[in-house]
Nanobody
Framework: QVQLVESGGGLVQPGGSLRLSCVAS????????MGWYRQAPGKQRDLVAR???????NYADSVKGRFTISRDNARKTVYLQMNSLKPEDTAVYYC???????????????WGQGTQVTVSS
């Protein structure tokens, strides 16, 4: 099986910064796209940022210029650096990875358990 574990969430004041990490482990042959999503109470889960295995990125308009996604393929880890945080960034943040498991030929999406980010004074 494959597990994704996020860390780095917490409470931060408006204008502050946080760095989220997500580590993948298990029976992994290859990880393709990795991404961060967020879900605020009563709202749907939306894409925040996504990064390909080659390093190509795309961002939600609401976070462009403030958030940066990166990955370390050797460590099977994706990061989200969040700067200039706003109260509207408050949500549970989830990572997702497209994984080809060892011995299989299909890609499956796996999700982490989520980490809470709260932006408040």
């Amino acid at each position: 099986q494959v597990q994704l574990v996020e860390s780095g969430g917490g409470l931060v004041q408006p204008g502050g910064s946080l760095r989220l990490s997500c580590v993948a482990s298990g029976s992994i042959f290859r990880i393709n796209d990795m991404g961060w999503y967020r879900q605020a109470p009563g709202k749907q889960r939306d894409l925040v940022a996504r990064i390909t295995s080659g390093g190509g990125t795309n961002y939600a308009d609401s976070v462009k210029g403030r958030f940066t996604i990166s990955r370390d393929n050797a460590r099977k880890t994706v990061y989200l650096q969040m700067n200039s945080l706003k109260p509207e960034d408050t949500a549970v943040y989830y990572c997702k990875a497209g994984v080809v498991r060892a011995g299989l030929f299909a890609e499956y999406d796996y999700w982490g358990q989520g980490t809470q980010v709260t932006v408040s004074s």
